[in-house]
């Protein structure tokens, strides 16, 4: 039975995929980056078991136990998935609140029914997950704009190299990144695109919203903040107004600031000065813990609102610099560190192409939105997490969305033309 239900799935799967990929490679001028990023991912995923981290371990060993409950008491199963705890036998976690871990536990034991518990399929069927996810966002930018935006996100999700390797296997970025890439091209399509199936495109965004909200719940209040901004600056763009830049922005605070009070009223734990006082004790614990490996330190954080705002420009620098390729820490920090080069060397590129009124190829509103993502995620990440190989993994939530903003200007968009495989 459990043999026969893992290679009907596995059939299917397969199916499914083949079909999808020979949908993609079909785009014009971008069809060609499929099967390339395809590879990439796949060997980012070996790579990913290969190096199995102990907290992915952690993830197979209970998840196999669920699926054992699963098989035994599928009742007790599905009354655990709304649950924080687990018992089975003499078997029993418990979590607290908002857990990712736990969901994403829940995530691979399902997923056992397909793979009979072998890591090297889980590994792949999340990193599929993260793959189609990018995808999606990539057909949608060329669907409702041009190839030339669309090869942005090709660049930021599909390319660069710790984006590629944090997002395939058995990590919690798998399910974040590939979430969020599909709430951003479903809020785009809603926003920008032709009207219809407007229904079925809702319920879609729900539930990869719940999914994004699970696995990393402020990162998710960040970007789901942004986009109701934009389908507000949008719903009075259609009605004659926010034309000006101004008045997009003033649009998008007051969604934000709406989200917070909103927060606040509902909950104690969303005001302010609780919030104030769990990063800075969630930095003072990641502290502690990594004072014998590269870390950042702000000696002027404290639990307070005017302490946060201060540190913040210094926590989104650092997030942006660190680590540095000639500080050491090992092959994964060096590769970083390069990246953080590369990553300098675009912002000053997007920055010239501002100085000389080169017009962007998104609009304003959409790059508006995405930039104070980012740079809501880079504070917060910054001043939470000292410890610098934590960090580079963390910024992957916001990294790719950032690459694809920065990647759209006109300078960029010419050597993308020039790399494209038809020209290599």
Known sequence: ????????????????????????????????????????????????????????????????????????????????LTQDEFHFGGWHLVFHGFSNTFFLMKVIS?????????????????????????????????????????????????????IVYWTSGLTKESLLVGSGALVVAIVLQLCYGERFKTGRLLVVLAIV?????????????????????????????????????????????????????????????????KFTSQLQRNYSELLQSSLNRPHLEYPTLAPTTESVLQNAPRAIANVLTYPRPWEGGGFLYVIAGLENVLLLGLLLVAVASLTERQRGLLPFAVVLCLLVYCLLLAALLGLTTPNLGTLSRYRVSFLPFLLLVVLQNSYVARLQRRLEPDNV
Not at 219 to 232: I, T
Request: hydrophobic share 60%.
């Open 1 to 80: 039975m459990k043999i026969l239900l893992a290679i009907v799935l596995n059939v299917a799967l397969l199916w499914v995929v083949r079909y999808w990929l020979i949908r993609l490679r079909r785009i014009p001028q971008l069809g060609d980056w499929v099967l390339p990023t395809f590879l990439l991912k796949g060997f980012s995923t070996g790579l990913s078991v290969v190096l199995l981290s102990g907290d992915s371990r952690y993830f197979m060993l209970w998840a196999q136990r669920m699926t054992a409950q699963l098989w035994e008491q599928p009742v007790a199963w599905v009354h655990m």
């Open 209 to 273: 919203a719940g999914l994004h909200f699970k696995m990393r719940f402020f990162s998710a209040a960040a970007l789901l903040g942004v986009m109701s901004g934009l389908g507000l600056i949008r719903v009075v763009q259609k009605l004659g107004g926010a034309q000006r830049w101004i008045t997009q922005v003033a649009l998008l605070l007051a969604v934000l600031a709406g989200g917070v009070w909103a927060a606040s009223e509902i909950s104690p734990a969303f005001r302010l000065n």
């Open 110 to 162: 399902m997923l056992n029914l397909a793979s009979m518990g072998n890591v090297w399929l889980n590994s792949c069927y999340l990193s599929l997950f993260s793959f189609w996810g990018s995808w999606e966002l990539v057909r949608m930018l060329r669907h409702i704009w041009s190839t030339t935006v669309a090869r942005g996100a090709v660049g930021g999700f599909l390319l660069w190299p710790t």
